[in-house]
């Protein structure tokens, strides 16, 4: 297998370097290719150490990113007016994440007792007799959590200076991919050894496919990101579509021209990370991907009638090809069962956690804030929290299972609303790509960030993806590249589909 992988991975290198698609003109504003190849390594790194969700790792992961910025400032040292411009042009996300940084910054500050008293009255009363007042009831869990918000805005930041070209975007979109297809094999072998150890403290069982995170539905989460930017980099490959051959010799040419070419090579990467994806067992990670292939790929439909026959295409055999065919084979079986199993109440005696038990934690938590509901507990504090408000059914748990609950839990409603604007206008402006561009990249980043945006607005119903430090950078750089694909020019100066066309 490993071979067949390098082979593939060469030859989509070789691809990138000699195809079609364009780069910036010779020089550029900066030559900064080495600051993009070591986002993509640290990229590729994040999910290996459980998903990065250990102090170490996220030391490294601030550590690398600081690190890209200062290289940022080094390079566009002569260019800084150049560097000023590109930034304003992205000023919308980059000061809804600053924002965050700053208030998870302002929660760790000491401050008079009294000002805590006036915009937290439970805070200050729960602090009232200790040395200090914070607007954070774990401070040193909140300077954890704002050195990883400020480790997203650089990515942010570093996406935004160094992918200038349709070559990098493309190049990014398939370091997920492949990032993808790693944890979906590495999980399977995994999976079918039925492996079991310890790593990093933590003991790992793979009854289910787990990749190198520590949960499955996190693994679950992660191959739900790299499918949807693979998916939309079909798309993209594909192109909006061509005329058929009437002549029955010219079609049996084309299709052998499409078995042989790099596009198959690319759906069958596909293919593997649904594999993946089914064998996680995970039940909203398989709905949310589904539902938002589906709504994205109406929405899609409905906007683009000449790229229509390609999308519908498309999706049919990601239905067909990937659920009825591989995921009867791999046990998709298995996941309908759980579903089916899946009762609404505890009292209904189903053999899966019922909806009921597993939206507990988080309606519980609800109590959390309406007692802090301006500036939260403090970052990451939602298991010290919550251990004032626990039930004897609910226990200790760590997480909400339900990113929106422990999102207001730990910032309040404004932490909310801000986190909630920067999702809504990403995907926003996704769909407005796919109205307004032609070009073929632009649209299927737009496809695929769009899908990943849907898939996890849904999964976080249910679960915390947005608390695991890797699939948080992942997802931040999903929205940088929709902000990117909406700004990058034609190379003509024209939306041209057909020079445009990966």
């Not at 998870?104 to 200090?132: F, H, N």
């Not at 914070?134 to 990515?155: E, I, K, M, N």
């Not at 002549?247 to 594999?275: G, N």
């Not at 994205?296 to 239905?319: H, W």
Request: glycine share 8%.
């Amino acid at each position: 297998m490993l071979p067949f992988f390098f082979y593939w991975f060469s030859e989509s290198v070789a691809l990138t370097e000699h195809g079609s698609l364009p780069d910036e003109p010779h020089g550029g504003p900066v030559r900064d290719i080495w600051i993009f190849r070591a986002l993509l390594v640290l990229l590729f790194w994040a999910p290996l150490p459980l998903g990065s969700n250990r102090i170490w790792a996220i030391g490294l992961l601030f550590a690398s990113a600081l690190a890209l910025v200062i290289a940022c400032v080094v390079a566009w040292r002569h260019a800084l007016d150049e560097a000023a411009r590109r930034i304003a042009r992205f000023a919308v996300p980059l000061t809804l994440i600053a924002i965050m940084v700053l208030f998870a910054v302002a929660q760790t500050l000491p401050w008079p007792a009294d000002w805590i008293a006036a915009v937290s009255p439970e805070a200050a009363r729960v602090q009232e007799g200790s040395a200090a007042s914070y607007l954070s009831l774990d401070v040193y869990q909140t300077r954890v959590v704002a050195t990883l918000a400020f480790t997203y805005f650089c990515a942010f930041l570093v996406a935004v200076l160094s992918i200038r070209s349709f070559r990098r975007l493309d190049a990014l979109a398939r370091l997920f991919v492949w990032s993808g297809v790693f944890q979906a094999a590495l999980g399977s072998v995994l999976f079918s050894l039925g492996a079991h150890y310890w790593i990093f403290h933590f003991e790992m069982n793979h009854f289910r496919l787990f990749g190198t995170y520590g949960y499955h539905n996190s693994a679950a989460g992660y191959l739900v990101m790299c499918l949807s930017i693979g998916i939309g980099l079909m798309l993209a490959r594909l192109g909006r579509g061509s005329h058929w051959p009437a002549d029955w010799k010219h079609r049996l040419r084309a299709v052998f021209t499409f078995i042989l070419s790099p596009k198959m090579r690319l759906r069958i990467l596909l293919v593997v990370m649904v594999i993946g994806l089914v064998l996680t067992r995970s039940r909203m990670g398989n709905a949310s991907f589904f539902i938002a292939l589906l709504v994205v790929g109406v929405f899609t439909i409905a906007v683009s009638r000449k790229s229509a026959p390609t999308t519908v295409a498309l999706i049919a055999s990601l239905v067909i090809i990937d659920v009825v065919i591989v995921g009867s084979w791999v046990g998709i079986e298995r996941v309908v069962q759980r579903i089916e199993d899946t009762e609404m109440t505890v009292g209904a005696g189903g053999r899966e956690e019922s909806v009921e038990a597993r939206t507990e934690a988080g309606r519980v938590a609800m109590a959390v804030v309406e007692d802090f509901p301006w500036t939260g507990t403090g970052g990451g504090g939602f298991y010290a929290s919550f251990l004032r408000y626990r039930t004897p059914r609910v226990g200790y748990v760590d997480h909400a299972h339900n990113d929106y609950v422990e999102i207001a839990t730990d910032y309040g409603w404004p932490g909310l609303a801000v986190l909630g604007s920067l999702a809504a206008l990403t995907l926003w402006q996704a769909l407005a790509v796919l109205v307004r561009r032609r070009a073929n990249l632009p649209r299927g980043i737009a496809f695929g960030a769009a899908m990943s945006i849907v898939a996890l607005l849904i999964h976080s119903a249910v679960d915390f993806n947005l608390q695991i430090p890797a699939n948080a950078l992942t997802m931040t750089v999903i929205l940088a590249m929709v902000w990117i694909a909406r700004e990058l020019p034609s190379p003509s100066g024209s939306e041209s589909a057909g020079r445009e066309a990966a």
